[in-house]
């Protein structure tokens, strides 16, 4: 299936051609019919010579109704541009094509109407040259919808146009904006709209709002179906949920980031072109405008950051990615003006604070040239989950360019993904960072990584880990900068209570004489974890191997002992044989019987 939705001023056939293109009355309501004025998004569809079934969204043309026209527009790949020829150009045909080149619209199809009515000719000229400075160049079609003259060269010419549109992604992520929604008896809640990519099917679990919902049933052009592949109009009958209004959007969980702050990269258009700016010279955006993306209308807040790029505060968070295209209109102009200002390209979508003097100007300089992809996405903000990438870009899986070796062949670690520009410049300020915790903690083995993860202000342990590089190792939670071992006053100091305890095994070293030798708590630590010490128990320092050799010492005595018994045969004092021997019980040499006895194992 095709969509095309129609555009052009108010009275210029719209309706009438498409009626006479497919025998279906696309105005719904009795009022619209009454007054002949299209007021609702109006269906209908029909099959081109091709065998293409090709569905019409009927827009109106009137001032008033121009939210309801963008609503129509928004989700679909191109447009038949309706202008009639007794009248021409008129002021609601300015504002729709304006609005189109807003939006990125670059499939239009041009039919001067009412042929039987005056000479084509010079409203095609007119319609043709605006058209074609705006959107490109189009093909162009004379009619009579009263008359069917032309109808069958028109049939031919949407086949054309509809055969040269981009084939969509049948594996996209959801979104399905809103345009209608209403109630079924028996059924319940029902909403339909354009898909414009990606596949829907009858129990799918899609979210509405963040919430999870569940399709219950689908149809499509009125036809039941089990699954629906855009781009295609959609009936979607929803399991258990309220009623939801226009502008809301049913979208694939986890594949859409929904944000109510993003930055974009403002392009005027139409009459505002060279005249509205983001904040220089000429006259700026006003600060409150309608921001319309599908068929959402939402209120917004603009702050320029520089240059093209504009913050938008969203009145409420919408589905979006990067790349997306927003239309901004100030709803609070004169009637008689376009209101259509400029379309707003989305560049970030989880935009970061802006305190700092200058951030603004220096974040929009990074943003301005960035285009909707992984890598620009990483270069903005350096270290991006997989999850929150997918969110931003959409897709996911091997295909997508998550996966691309342009991202550096994949996560740096874990589910983490690095602009690798920002992750050499990690590794290379964790060697500076490592090398000077060092020089400042010679005692120490390494840099603990809680440390190193701090000062590089990253947001994982696991990004530290796997920076490090050879000769730099990791080691009990810490990053080993040179081979283990002591500074040299430590170690001849060290070496000297060595020889002491050679001589006395068991008399350990009092505060004192510790202080003389040099070795405080931090010197003494540094030596027990180079293996040159044993801690038995605080402030209770001995010989490497002194536990096994004490068991082997008291071995010898009658079985059970006591802590008297065992003080005089290791020549010390209680102040160590106490914990020497509770170091035993917990090393597993000794046991104790009762109160006052242990026994060696």
Request: include cysteine; charged fraction near 25%.
């Amino acid at each position: 299936m095709y969509v095309v939705a129609t555009a052009g001023h108010v009275d210029h056939g719209k309706s009438t051609l498409v009626r006479a293109l497919t025998g279906m009355e696309p105005d719904r309501l009795e009022e619209e019919r009454r007054r002949g004025l299209t007021i609702e998004l109006g269906y209908a569809w029909t099959t081109l010579p091709s065998g293409r079934c090709l569905a019409f969204v009927d827009v109106p043309g009137h001032e008033r109704f121009l939210s309801t026209m963008l609503a129509g527009v928004g989700p679909v790949p191109a447009v038949l541009f309706v202008v009639a020829a007794d009248e021409g150009w008129m002021p609601q045909s300015e504002e729709h094509v304006v609005a189109l080149e807003a939006l990125g619209v670059r499939h239009c199809l041009l039919a001067v109407t009412r042929a039987d009515l005056a000479d084509p000719d010079p409203a095609l000229d007119q319609a043709r040259t605006r058209l074609t400075a705006g959107l490109g160049v189009v093909e162009a079609v004379v009619v009579s919808g009263l008359t069917g003259q032309g109808l069958d060269e028109l049939r031919a010419a949407l086949d054309r146009l509809v055969a040269a549109l981009p084939a969509p992604d049948p594996a996209a992520p959801v979104r399905l904006w809103i345009d209608r929604a209403f109630s079924v008896t028996g059924s319940g809640t029902v909403v339909t709209g354009t898909l414009p990519a990606g596949t829907i099917s009858v129990g799918d679990e899609l979210a509405l709002d963040g919430e999870p919902i569940r399709v219950r049933a689908l149809e499509s052009l009125k036809e039941p179906v089990s699954s629906v592949t855009g781009v295609a109009r959609v009936a979607v009958n929803l399991r258990g949920h309220g009623f939801p209004e226009r502008g809301r959007a049913l979208v694939t969980p986890g594949r859409w980031t929904w944000t109510d702050l993003v930055d974009v990269r403002i392009s005027p258009v139409g009459p505002e072109r060279g005249v509205v700016s983001a904040g220089g010279e000429e006259r700026r955006l006003p600060r409150r405008l309608t921001a319309h993306i599908g068929s959402a209308a939402v209120g917004c807040e603009v702050r320029p950051l520089g240059g093209i790029v504009v913050r938008l505060r969203l009145a409420r968070p919408l589905p979006l990615h990067l790349g997306d295209v927003l239309l901004l209109r100030d709803p609070g102009r004169d009637r008689a003006e376009v209101r259509v200002l400029a379309g707003a390209s989305v560049l970030d979508v989880r935009p970061p604070a802006l305190g700092r003097r200058g951030a603004a100007r220096a974040h929009a300089a990074r943003l301005e040239p960035a285009a909707p992809d992984a890598a620009s996405a990483l270069r903005v903000h350096r270290l991006l989950r997989a999850a929150d990438l997918t969110a931003m870009i959409g897709t996911s899986g091997p295909d997508s360019d998550v996966e691309a070796g342009d991202l550096g062949g994949g996560p740096v670690c874990g589910d983490w993904y690095a602009d690798p520009e920002y992750w050499a410049e990690l590794g290379e300020r964790l060697v500076d960072t490592a090398r000077r915790y060092a020089i400042e903690h010679p005692l120490e083995p390494g840099m603990p990584i809680e440390a190193a993860r701090h000062a590089l202000g990253l947001p994982d342990r696991q990004l530290v880990a796997a920076l490090v590089r050879v000769p730099f190792t990791l080691a009990e939670g810490r990053i080993v900068t040179r081979p283990a071992g002591l500074p040299e006053p430590v170690a001849r100091a060290v070496e000297r209570l060595r020889g002491e305890l050679a001589a006395h095994p068991f008399q350990a070293p009092e505060a004192g004489r510790l202080a003389e030798l040099g070795l405080g708590s931090r010197e003494v630590a540094a030596a027990v974890r180079a293996g040159r010490l044993l801690r038995v128990a605080e402030g209770i320092v001995l010989l490497p191997g002194a536990d096994v050799r004490a068991a082997e010492l008291l071995r010898r005595l009658p079985q059970p002992f006591t802590v008297s018994q065992a003080r005089r045969a290791l020549d010390t004092s209680r102040r160590v044989a106490v914990p020497l021997l509770e170091h035993l019980d917990r090393s597993g040499l000794t046991q104790r019987v009762d109160e006052v006895h242990r026994r060696c194992l």
